[in-house]
């Protein structure tokens, strides 16, 4: 019994540490963004980086995702009378809920996997070492430009997202189904307003934010050899999309 | 001048460093002998304070690098390069901005200086031709030698060299020691050069330090360590000397 608590003991304090260092690493990271020299050529290389690996992937999977939610709410409209709401059902989904949450998701396994390997390489290879042998701050050349690359990534490509999915919705519920341009579109002008854009964007924000700071993290505290490095980027996946789910929630409850 | 003190340090239950001593005086060449798994190299990453030990002290020119903080902190690493055995070449770079890199960050040196004394560097290592490889392109050896010259170009008063010739062919070996002396001439750094080598090396080398058991067996003038009557150290000279496979066949007959 003393041996249980002991042995939770224990791990409660390693967990605890271990979230204090994660904490502690995203306010290094924050500070750095704005610790000048600041790296600009470095945040546009991410940027690109970031945007190539995911965008057709984005454009992609936002326009099924338009598609299919015109498809449903055409169908469950209707048996109200009410198919001309479908645009405002497919542009409110997508702009407060769907568009944030998906597309960080997917840059979170596009980009942040690529990132926590990349970095985790990097450590197990002491390169990160060598940096700091020459007196050079890998939060000044690596998590400050990723992270701002990130938060300006997700918050573009969400709006990509967006814009593609809700078109997608019209190609759909139009051409198939023969829902009128107007009322389609009308739908969306009348009840969209400009608070669904702006919460829409800050939640984009706060997972591009999740996205870098996780992948970062576990990457430069990757574990011993290839495994480790695996299961880094495995990890950064699994726990940047946790945490953009609980803050999705967390952020809905308080803005709608 | 390096002084290192009762220094310990224990990984993963194994006590590595069991209480080293050891002096390096300003502007001479040392080597760090040892046996595989001795652990030279985690001394030699706890002198530069990558690791930090559990105990004792490493004074660089009298400042202790694992108390320092901030500017001072700063200033003994600017005297400081490391070789590394592995490289730890930045591999998202090409050779040249491997080199350019650190000086474009930490120097007010134009890109024309840069730029000269990179490419003087890559070529007394003989990597001219790679300058817009990427690591990753480069042999083991090429590799090492590209790593060499990274570690030189900021021209470092304190250099720890982590076996710069393990993995070469003899000849670049020899040319690589040939460069670490001349450059040792030409700017009178101090130097650890880490090494199970040591034939080669003595010829460039003031003192001898070998690492047995977690401790500075003995640390002395390369004729003087060819004498020292210590089994660990015997036998780390006539395997040195006779290489492997006599030192096998030498242990099985008797
Ligand atoms: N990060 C680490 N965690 C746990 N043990 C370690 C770690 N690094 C080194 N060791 C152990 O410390 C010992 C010394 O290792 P070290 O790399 O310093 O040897 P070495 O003398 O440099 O050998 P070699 O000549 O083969 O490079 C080894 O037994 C190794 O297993
Ligand atoms: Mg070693």
């Known amino acids: 019994m003393i041996d249980f608590f002991a042995k939770f003991g224990r791990s409660a304090r390693y967990s605890v540490g271990r979230l204090g260092l994660f904490g502690k690493f995203l306010g290094k990271t924050l500070l750095y963004i704005f610790v000048p020299p600041i790296k600009l050529d470095r945040i546009i290389n991410r940027i ?13 999977i936002s326009a099924f995702t338009g598609a299919v939610m015109g498809l449903h709410g055409q169908h469950t409209l209707a048996q109200f009378g009410a198919s001309g709401r479908v645009g405002t059902l497919v542009s409110l989904a997508l702009l407060r809920e769907l568009g944030p949450v998906v597309c960080a998701i997917m840059v979170a396994g596009r980009a942040g996997s690529s990132i926590a390997s990349e970095l985790g390489v990097m450590q197990i290879t002491e390169q990160f070492d060598a940096l700091k042998i020459m007196n050079l701050n890998p939060f ?3 998590m400050a430009p990723i992270f701002v690359a990130s938060l300006i990534s997700v918050v573009l490509l969400t709006g990509i997202f967006n814009f593609v999915g809700i078109f997608a919705g019209y190609f759909v519920t139009g051409g198939l189904l023969g829902v009128s341009y107007g009322s389609y579109f009308g739908g969306v002008i009348d009840f969209v307003i400009f608070n669904d854009i702006l919460y829409g964007s800050i939640k984009a924000f706060v997972f591009g934010g999740i996205v870098a700071w996780v992948s970062t993290y576990k990457g430069f505290y990757t574990g011993r ?11 950064a996946v699994v726990l940047s999309s946790v945490l953009i789910l609980v803050s999705n929630y967390i952020m809905t409850s308080l803005m709608f | 001048m390096i002084v290192v003190k009762n220094l310990r340090k224990e990984l993963a239950a194994q006590q590595v460093l069991n209480g080293v001593d050891m002096t390096v005086e300003d502007g001479e060449i040392l080597a760090l002998l040892g046996a595989s798994g001795a652990g030279k190299s985690v001394l030699l990453r706890t002198l530069v304070g990558l690791l930090e030990p559990d105990s004792g002290e490493v004074l660089i020119d009298d400042v202790d690098i694992h108390r320092s903080r901030g500017k001072e902190l700063a200033s003994i690493r600017d005297r400081i390069g490391m070789l590394f055995q592995a490289g730890a070449l930045f591999d998202s770079m090409t050779v040249y901005d491997n080199l350019a890199f650190p000086l474009r960050e930490k120097t007010r040196m134009t890109r024309t200086q840069i730029n000269a004394r990179v490419e003087k560097y890559l070529q007394r ?6 300058v817009d490889k990427y690591p990753a392109e480069l042999s083991g050896g090429m590799q090492k030698r590209a790593a060499l010259a990274r570690t030189l170009v900021g021209e470092p008063k304190i250099i720890f060299f982590d076996e710069p ?4 062919d003899p000849l670049i070996g020899n040319s690589i020691l040939r460069l670490i002396c001349d450059l040792h001439e030409e700017f009178k750094f101090t130097a650890v050069i880490v090494t199970h080598n040591f034939q080669k090396v003595f010829q460039i080398v003031n003192r001898v330090a070998m690492l047995d058991e977690g401790v500075i067996r003995i640390q002395t003038t390369p004729e003087e360590f060819m004498e020292f009557e210590h089994p660990s150290v015997q036998n780390f000279v006539i395997e040195a000397l006779q290489g492997p496979l006599e030192a096998v066949k030498n242990d099985s007959q008797g």
């Open chain 2, 125 to 130: 290592v003989g990597l001219s031709e790679a």
């Open chain 1, 48 to 60: 690109n980086f970031i945007g190539t690996k995911s965008l057709w992937l984005i454009i992609l």
């Open chain 1, 140 to 142: 000044r050349y690596f």
């Open chain 2, 165 to 168: 010739t393990t993995g070469l």
């Open chain 1, 225 to 235: 050899g290839a495994e480790g490095v695996g299961r880094a980027s495995t990890e």
